[in-house]
């Protein structure tokens, strides 16, 4: 891990994003805020705000993508992303990429 100063790697428009995001999400899930938390690359303690669509057989519209767990939009928690993994998987198998 680098410790790095979010201003000086992103543009404004983002880091203004998360100084109003945070807090609000603080207010939503307790501790999430704290002075003492440390903000890793885009991982949060909070789940995807978007879903990526996917077809019948689990891919997306760009062709050799195939979104899955709770980033994408399919789990809401580690278990079910673990288990939605394997289902993308499987398909990505089934579907000869």
Same mark, same amino acid.
């Given at each position: ?14 880091? +203004? ?29 909070s789940s ?22 709770? +980033?994408? +939009? ?24």
């Amino acid at each position: 891990m680098t410790w790095a100063d979010l201003n000086s790697v992103l543009p404004g428009k983002i880091t +203004g994003t998360l100084k109003k995001a945070i807090p609000a999400l603080g207010r939503k899930l307790r501790g999430f805020d704290d002075p003492e938390a440390v903000l890793t690359a885009a991982e949060t303690r909070s789940s995807s705000p978007v879903r990526i669509t996917r077809g019948e057989k689990l891919s997306s519209a760009l062709v050799g993508l195939y979104p899955c767990g709770e +980033g994408a +939009g399919y789990a809401g928690g580690i278990a079910s992303a673990a288990v939605d993994g394997i289902r993308v998987a499987e398909a990505v198998m089934m579907n000869d990429v």
